[in-house]
């Protein structure tokens, strides 16, 4: 999956992106200068399309 939701929470004086060590082998983070971005779901639609479909709970696909 390209695209995933999460829950996030905001740190104070912090411009970075943190993640879960355990999500980071689906989004193929090794930690190398990886980038990501941050898309905020504006609508009711959107955000419960986030919820039922690309929560990552709903991602994690086993081999």
């Not at 411009?15 to 980071?24: D, E, G, K, L, Q």
């Not at 200068?33 to 696909?61: H, P, Q, R, V």
Request: proline share 5%; charged share 20%; net charge negative.
């Amino acid at each position: 999956m390209s695209l995933m939701a999460f829950r996030a929470r905001m740190i104070p004086d912090s411009y970075n992106i943190r993640i879960n060590p355990f999500v980071s082998a689906k989004f193929n983070a090794d930690f190398d200068g990886d980038e990501m971005n941050i898309f905020y779901a504006s609508s009711y639609s959107s955000k419960a399309e986030c919820d039922i479909l690309l929560a990552i709970d709903k991602c994690i696909l086993l081999p």
